[in-house]
Nanobody, 121 residues
Framework: VQLQASGGGLVQAGGSLRLSCAAS????????MGWFRQAPGKEREFVAV????????AYADSVKGRFTISRDNAKNTVYLQMNSLKPEDTAVYYC???????????????WGQGTQVTVSS
């Protein structure tokens, strides 16, 4: 599976962005899909995950109620809708595919290249 993340950019605090992650390959539907982020000088951290069917999701406490993960298996794409953005959301955001429904990077086998999200105060 190859993953291509897009949709990042510069936004003011309180604004919104929608990230997309397009996957190649016919096995997309078999994978749970996650979003992680990494700020400068910090470790990569879990943001959200969605099961292969889309029926189960989980979020980091820091984004719960503000971010929504979804997927369209017909389009081989997973999304991350980010609302009420804060400066502390600034990071490079990565999508990942894995067979486990996990919140740690080691749960994922494939990674996208990352897209920068910058939130100004």
């Amino acid at each position: 599976v190859q993953l291509q993340a897009s949709g990042g950019g510069l936004v003011q605090a309180g604004g919104s962005l929608r990230l997309s992650c397009a996957a190649s390959g016919h096995t997309f539907i078999t994978y749970n899909m996650g979003w992680f982020r990494q700020a400068p000088g910090k470790e990569r951290e879990f943001v959200a995950v969605i099961s292969w069917s889309g029926g189960r999701t989980a979020y980091a406490d820091s984004v719960k109620g503000r971010f929504t993960i979804s997927r369209d298996n017909a389009k081989n794409t997973v999304y991350l809708q980010m609302n009420s953005l804060k400066p502390e959301d600034t990071a490079v955001y990565y999508c990942a595919a894995g067979l486990s429904f996990g919140g740690t990077p080691r749960s994922y086998n494939y990674w996208g290249q990352g897209t920068q999200v910058t939130v100004s105060s």
